[in-house]
């Protein structure tokens, strides 16, 4: 993972980041640790990014894996 150099290097290391932040064992360890603040800004930072770059359907789709959702 590279950061700094491209955007497109920033992408790719980004996805590879998160793919391994989010194992199971990395996080059952980490957020027992998170202070309450820290567990509100994670959150918080996510869902903004996600409220602004994602519609409606591809929120439930993609992050909530529901199928059929529909407004």
Do not use: K
């Amino acid at each position: 993972m590279f950061f700094g150099l491209n955007r497109a290097t920033d992408e790719q290391s980004l996805i590879t980041f998160l793919r391994l932040f989010g194992d199971h064992r990395l996080t059952n360890t980490l957020v027992p640790r998170m202070t309450e603040e820290e567990i509100h800004q994670v959150v918080d930072l996510l869902t903004r990014v996600m409220r602004t770059h994602l519609s409606s359907d591809e929120y439930h789709s993609l992050f909530l894996g529901e199928e059929d959702h529909h407004h």
